[in-house]
């Protein structure tokens, strides 16, 4: 059970904080979650407690002892947002209440205490305040936010859920995922594997899902495929995700997405597609689609675009498929316009280039 109780948060700030200058050299290239800020974030939780011992603290390894329940059952979940520098100079996250509530779904479904939405908005909020100077300044770039959450009650046993838990929030400066300009992807079709499965954890933000992920991504290297795509766990006829991304496809003025079956992620990104597809002039719908549908759709010129999204990519157009026993290409392989349009209209709204008539910006600083 979630206590809800308003929490205070004890400032600890690091003494061996890195240099302007040492932090400008990882600026120049950050790629992606390989360097971390000075802070973190951490809050404890106790069955009868509840959350307690909220702190910003100089970041560091964790002390868990071997038997600690999250390296047993990966009971366990994380979500990713990112802090933007906008071009008027403040300092802006996008959307993370709609991250504080699926992190709460997927804690609901993990078996794990829920937090409160303002502490998890306060709690990225105090952390990027204390290292805004990380927020970088080049345009594309960003400061990614990784709120995660992980069962910490030492000792084996699978009958019941921990009864300790610890809330962390970790931020790492990030660079445009498109490096020399924005490539269509190729995609692998998993028959093989499977992601998720009705009843199963697919809607659920928890490392476990990616975990057996990789095996497939691995055989889309194999196979010459930048990414994998999931289909339905029951018949392999039904698409449902690109690698950690939600799928879009494009018939002519109409976005068509796989229908929330319980199977798949309910991506920020997506859900703020849908919603802005009616300021573009564009339709929407969310259904069932089928590989036939896709290759033929594709054949024919009905299916002019193909796009995942995430919060990573924003948007990254797909330009061919592979199966075991099958390969097109979507319309003539290149971003189609619809994509662009899209990718650039949301990039937009985030880095305050374009209105935020949705509201979608939180401002921090």
Known sequence: MTIAQKLSFDVQLSDHARTAAER????????????????????????????????????GPLSLDPATSVFHYAQELFEGLKAYRQISGSIVTFRPYANA???????????????????????????VEHDKEWVPT?????????????????????????????YMVIASPAASYFTGGIKPVSVWLSTEYTRAAPGGTGFAKCGGNYAAAFVAQRQAVENGCDQVVWLDAHEHRYVEE??????FFVFGDKLVTPALTGTLLPG???????????????ETEERLI????????????????????????????????????RSWTV??????????????????IQYGARPDTHNWIHKIG
């Open 268 to 282: 920020i990104t997506r859900e703020s597609i849908l919603e802005l597809a009616g300021d573009l002039g564009l």
């Open 331 to 348: 319309a003539d392989g290149t971003p189609g316009p619809v994509t662009m349009r899209v990718r650039e209209e949301l990039v937009g």
């Open 290 to 325: 089928t590989v036939d549908e896709w290759q033929e759709a594709s054949a024919s010129g009905d299916l002019t675009e193909v796009f995942a999204c995430g919060t990573a990519a924003v948007v990254t157009p797909v330009g061919t498929v592979k199966g075991a026993d």
């Open 138 to 166: 080049t345009e594309g770039h960003s400061l990614y936010l990784r709120p995660f959450m992980i069962a910490t009650q030492a000792g084996l046993g699978v009958n019941y859920p921990s009864k300790t838990y610890k």
């Open 242 to 247: 690109m690698g950690g991304m939600n799928l």
């Open 24 to 59: 400008e050299q990882v600026l120049a290239n950050p790629g992606f979650g390989q360097t971390f800020t000075d802070h973190m974030i951490s809050i404890d939780y106790t069955d009868g407690e509840g959350w307690h011992d909220a702190r910003l603290m100089p970041y």
């Open 101 to 127: 509530a699926r992190f709460n779904r997927s804690a609901a479904r993990m078996a794990m205490p829920e937090l409160p939405e303002e502490t998890f908005v306060e709690s990225l909020e105090l952390l």
